[in-house]
């Protein structure tokens, strides 16, 4: 079992190093998992034979299924760009790719109709003409450098694949100086998952550092392919196997809500776009450290209790008991795709009950709970879910949950180079796939969090003081668990400032020689046109009102 995000790409051989090293999972509860996890004895991935049709994996049947109904879309390209700064050997860089492209078929595979069924094609790498594609920007100044880097990025994230023709993985190479170059990647999420861009990174690491030194590559060749896993999990999960994992889910999610109703800043349209943008933050050092033993000390991975908080905003926003957070899951509990670049990743539905006004301790006990028994049936691809659950569809939001929750470790914390520092170029895609998603990410300098979220629903600054109301909750969750939800503070330092002091800042000078019925004339004489009443498409302004008033003898007392 692998209780992680589909980003965090840390090898882990056991249960037990699991625990050892991340979580604080009893000996009782990896009990258990092992004794849910044993319901579902699968037989071992095998090499296919040759010449067979090679079905599409069940995420990868949703994705061409989406394409096919809307073929110039960018909302599944996975886009990720490195600034090198140092020599660049750019012949051992062009080798390293082609060779990781040689090694993984899912990177020489294209998606076609055959009689009406979609089928997994799997090219020779030179009938696919892949080089590295490069600009020259040498010749701009500093500040137009990074304006054109900027452009160049995005364009890199927004161009659609052809699923069918184009190779499914594209580089380009800019070029700014001698000693300063970025390298811009991009795949499709249909042959790529996150874990897959650690794997890439590792991969292009070790052929990169023995190809620039003229030294023949040390990786070890593949067990399977992707196109093995397809087959393999088409046979696997069907029957017995299949039912116990629906089983679970139409219970878990009978009954869910299907539209948590966050406030926003304009109506929900009523198709759902996808229009979007980023927002990042940070927490220091020591917020992380005390979120880490806290969730040590309740025996829960630092996952959960991110999640627990984020569902306690969730519900201070809306009111409501019952959220609903989607969450991606690296779903590689084998050791033969491992190490493998493809869609591997599967979303779980996570439902926590967050009624009773329970402690934040409590809820963790529940999300925990919860969370543990979703992992042991993390194999149900989210599509089958949706279509054996049948929700209520509406185009104006996605099906189950519309709002996205995830935690990954630093993707390129151990990438070295010969001859280059490396660093990673953070990319602003425009889109969302989700009203708001939050990413929280485990570096050397504590966790980062960042917002993805639907600007034809939400304001930058909205989501900018939901920034603050989220650390302010972190920051009293670890210094009192123990304290009920509902009085979880939310507002920032400012916030309270602004509405304890200054807006209730009303004193003003005033004359004390007269009544307020005087003192509301003497307004009404400055602004006598001023709109008083309003009722349907009536209105009245203060000075007919006042005259009127006054002239039936009415009092203050009236």
């Known amino acids: 079992l692998r209780p992680l995000s589909e980003c965090d790409r840390i090898p882990l051989k056991s249960l037990k190093s699991l625990r050892s090293k991340y979580f604080a999972f009893s000996d009782k509860s990896i009990e258990q998992l092992h004794k849910q996890e044993l319901k579902l004895v699968a037989p071992p991935i095998l090499g ?48 390293s790719l082609q060779q990781i492209i040689q090694r993984h078929e899912a990177l020489r595979t294209n998606f076609i109709a055959i009689d009406g069924e ?19 920007l040498q010749h701009l100044p500093a500040n137009e450098q990074e304006i054109a880097v900027q452009k160049l990025t995005q364009q890199q994230a927004l161009q659609p694949f052809n699923l069918a023709s184009q190779a499914l993985v594209r580089a380009t190479l800019l070029v700014l100086s001698e000693t300063e170059h970025i390298l811009l990647m991009c795949m499709h999420h249909i042959v790529s998952d996150g874990w897959s861009i650690g794997v890439f990174v590792q991969e292009l690491t070790a ?8 030294q023949p590559t040390t990786l070890a060749p593949l067990p399977i392919q992707y196109a093995d896993f397809a087959i393999w999990q088409r046979q696997w999960l069907q029957g017995d196997v299949l039912q116990s994992q629906l089983d679970y889910w139409q219970k878990q999610l009978k009954n869910a809500p299907t539209l948590l109703p966050l406030p926003t800043d304009r109506p929900r349209g009523a198709v ?3 229009a979007g943008a980023h927002q990042e933050f940070a927490l220091s050092v020591e917020l992380t450290q005390k979120l880490t033993k806290l969730s040590q000390q309740q ?19 809306t009111g409501v008991a019952d959220i609903l957070v989607g969450t991606p899951i690296a779903n590689r509990d084998r050791s033969e795709i491992d190490g493998l670049i493809g869609f591997f990743v599967n979303t779980l539905v996570l439902w926590t009950d967050l009624s009773g006004d329970p402690s934040f ?39 189950l949950f519309q709002v996205d929750f995830l935690l990954q470790n630093d993707p390129l914390s151990t990438i070295e180079l010969t001859g280059l ?23 050397a300098t504590g966790l980062v969090g960042a917002w993805e979220y639907n600007t034809d629903l939400f304001d930058h600054s909205t989501i900018e003081r939901m920034t603050g109301h989220f650390v302010t909750l972190l ?19 400012v916030e309270q400032q602004q509405l304890l002091a200054e807006w209730n800042d009303t004193q003003a000078d005033y004359p004390r020689d007269k009544g307020l019925h005087q003192l509301f004339e003497q307004q009404t004489e400055l602004t006598p046109d001023a709109v008083a009443v309003v009722f349907d498409n009536q209105q009245l302004t203060y000075q007919p009102t006042v005259r009127g008033f006054y002239e039936q003898g009415s009092n203050c007392g009236d």
């Open 207 to 214: 052929l990169y550092n023995t190809y620039a030194q003229g």
């Open 361 to 399: 301790n409590e809820l963790l006990t529940r999300v925990r709970l919860m969370a543990m028994d979703a992992y042991a049936h993390q194999h149900l691809p989210f599509e089958m879910l949706v279509e054996a659950l049948q929700p209520e569809r509406d185009l104006s939001h996605a099906p």
């Open 48 to 95: 296919r034979v040759e010449n067979v049709e090679i079905p599409l994996s069940f995420t990868q049947q949703r994705l061409w299924f989406l394409d096919q109904f809307d073929p110039n879309s960018a909302l599944y390209n996975i886009p990720f760009a490195l600034r090198l700064v140092g020599t660049l050997h750019q012949v051992a860089l062009q080798q």
């Open 272 to 274: 759902q776009t996808f």
């Open 299 to 317: 025996g829960c991975t630092l996952f959960m209790t991110l999640l627990a908080a984020f569902d306690t905003l969730l519900y201070r926003y």
């Open 475 to 493: 920051e009293a969750v670890v210094s009192n668990p123990q304290e009920r939800i509902d009085q979880l503070p939310l507002l920032t330092a």
């Open 421 to 443: 520092n490396v660093s990673s170029l953070p990319i602003d895609s425009a889109m969302a796939k989700f009203d708001l998603t939050l990413g929280m990410q485990k570096t």
């Open 118 to 136: 979609a089928r997994q094609i799997i090219r020779e790498q030179e009938d696919i003409p892949w080089t590295v594609s490069s600009v020259d």
